[in-house]
């Protein structure tokens, strides 16, 4: 069961790493729901929410506890943006410290953060409204990465650095 989940939480990393370049590849208005659009953080976020979504379809299926284990996969979903976005501005307004090399292990960090929240969350007892918070969240999240790629507003996180 563990072996499953790093092999998915693997793959979701690899997944990520190639939406990076799949609108520059295919422009059009489909891809640029699933890919970044330009350089910015927040359409970086897609390269988190796409894959472990995915993901979390894999490791449900068949599955005799999904919703339980779907909430734990959605809290992860959930988390792994906070945990890059909070790491990212630290770091690059903290302390002045960015670069690719710094970007892509914070990828990977928060992906795997994640996944490490979800699995540790899989066998928790969680009220039904819980899972209903979640999902709702996770919805307006993945709406928003979709809207805010065709309706940018003028903040820092969604503009591409200079």
Request: proline share 7%.
């Amino acid at each position: 069961m563990k072996r499953k989940w790093l092999i998915a939480g693997f793959l979701s990393i690899l997944a990520g790493s190639a939406l990076h370049f799949l609108y520059d590849l295919w422009p059009n208005p489909l891809t640029a729901v699933f890919a970044p659009v330009n350089e910015s953080v927040w359409e970086h976020l897609k390269l988190l929410y796409w894959p472990f979504l995915a993901a979390a379809f894999v490791l449900t299926k068949g599955e005799a506890d999904g919703r339980k284990r779907w909430c734990g996969l959605l809290a992860g979903l959930l988390r792994a943006p906070l945990l890059l976005l909070g790491a990212y501005y630290t770091l690059s307004c903290g302390f002045a410290l960015h670069g690719l090399p710094l970007d892509l292990i914070l990828y990977v960090l928060a992906m795997a953060g994640g996944f490490a929240l979800a699995w540790h969350l899989q066998k928790a007892e969680f009220p039904a409204w819980v899972c209903g918070v979640l999902v709702i969240a996770a919805g307006v999240y993945g709406a928003a990465l979709a809207l805010f790629s065709f309706a940018l507003p003028e903040l820092p996180i969604f503009m591409p650095p200079v």
